[in-house]
């Protein structure tokens, strides 16, 4: 989850600054975490615009499903996770 906040930060901060979120490269291979502080890195591209459409929808849900749990006896809480979110949508 605390990655997860950091990209909506990440974002808020983008629209706080009128930067545009285009920009964003959220492709989840040019995410960088880096593991001990769980701390995470985006390219951000102003100068050019990003040939694919950014959604950050989409791109959160990748970031998601590319969890690797670390305990294998309950990993039921990614997909209660991710029905919360798409809960959470439909609601907003």
Avoid: G, W
């Amino acid at each position: 989850l605390f990655i997860i906040e950091q990209i909506i930060v990440a974002v808020q901060k983008l629209y706080a600054n009128n930067f545009p979120i285009i920009n964003l490269n959220m492709d989840i291979r040019n995410t960088y975490i880096n593991e001990s502080t769980k701390e995470v890195q985006f390219i951000y591209t102003p100068l050019t615009i990003c040939q694919k459409q950014t959604n950050l929808i989409e791109y959160i849900e990748t970031v998601v499903y590319s969890v690797i749990p670390e305990r294998e006896d309950d990993t039921d809480y990614i997909s209660r996770f991710l029905y919360f979110f798409h809960n959470f949508q439909k609601h907003k």
